[in-house]
């Protein structure tokens, strides 16, 4: 009986390991859709950012 606990907390194991694993690769695929998706609006923020940083910056 003991041999079978021991066998299933290393399956217990390697499945967490194992989706901890999928998980963090379906959240970069969703980071990357959504960097794919929002590219130009994601462009024009951040340009419009730094346009505000350097004309306050110009300003002091």
């Known amino acids: 009986m003991n041999h079978f606990w021991a066998f299933w907390t290393r399956v217990k194991r390697k499945r ?12 970069i695929v969703v980071l990357i859709m959504l960097v794919a ?5 994601l ?11 350097t004309k306050e910056g110009l300003a002091i």
């Open 16 to 27: 967490t390991k194992a989706s901890v694993m999928v998980e963090i690769i379906l959240i």
């Open 43 to 53: 462009t024009s923020l951040v340009g419009d950012i730094f346009d505000k940083i």
């Open 37 to 41: 998706i929002f590219k130009s609006q």
